[in-house]
């Protein structure tokens, strides 16, 4: 031990990073958490999108009922739902399978990307969505015309923080991935130690 302590030590060793990537499966790890990742944020962007314009245009009977049941899902704690998804996937098979982590992360990331999209799409003038129905665009046509390109900033980081959270998520890939060949970059990282 040096004191003070050195900033660059002496000798520079780079073993352990090429020893990391050579002889581990540190970077099918890698591979694993970009899979469901990319997965979780495309499927989450595609239904939250949707239900996000319907809830916040349309005029839904229970539609506040809805949101109030979205904002209490998005306040779950991870711990409370694993046990029951573990056992539902284990009925289906899809225990040590990315479709299964995927579908965890899209079920418990979904109520917050509907939220926000919501409070999003609610901000911007239904008379822009007019104007589009009476120059012919069907109600279709103006969401994917007008509205979603102006909703491009809020979809792209809505998708940023799905992505860096299921990223970044330990505990259901840590329950649901038990075999190395599936695990995910955070339970890679923890069993290097």
């Known amino acids: 031990v040096r004191i003070p302590p050195q900033l660059i030590p002496k000798p520079v060793d780079f073993g352990r990073y090429v020893w990391i990537f050579k002889e581990t499966l ?4 890698v591979r694993n958490s970009i899979i469901t990742s990319s997965v979780t944020t495309f499927t989450c962007l595609l239904f939250s999108t949707l239900a996000s314009y319907a809830l916040a ?18 306040m779950l704690p991870a711990i409370s739902i694993v046990g029951p998804l573990y056992l539902t996937f284990k009925k289906f098979h899809l225990i040590n399978s990315f479709t299964g982590l ?9 109520p917050f990307t509907m939220w926000f999209l919501t409070s999003f799409f609610r901000t ?14 069907s109600p ?8 979603i390109p102006l909703s491009a900033p809020a979809i792209f980081t809505v998708g940023t923080m799905v992505f860096i959270f299921s990223w970044n998520e330990f505990l259901f890939a ?8 599936v695990r995910t970059y955070p339970v890679g990282i923890m069993m290097l130690q």
């Open 57 to 74: 245009r349309l005029k839904l009977p229970g539609s506040k009922t809805i949101m109030m049941s979205v904002l209490v899902c998005s």
């Open 140 to 147: 279709f046509q103006a969401l994917f015309r007008i509205i």
């Open 102 to 110: 995927s579908i965890a992360y899209t079920a418990f990331f979904l």
């Open 174 to 181: 840590f329950t649901f991935m038990s075999t190395d060949p």
């Open 26 to 29: 540190f970077p099918l790890n």
């Open 124 to 137: 911007i003038p239904s008379e822009l969505e007019e104007a589009a129905v009476i120059d012919g665009c």
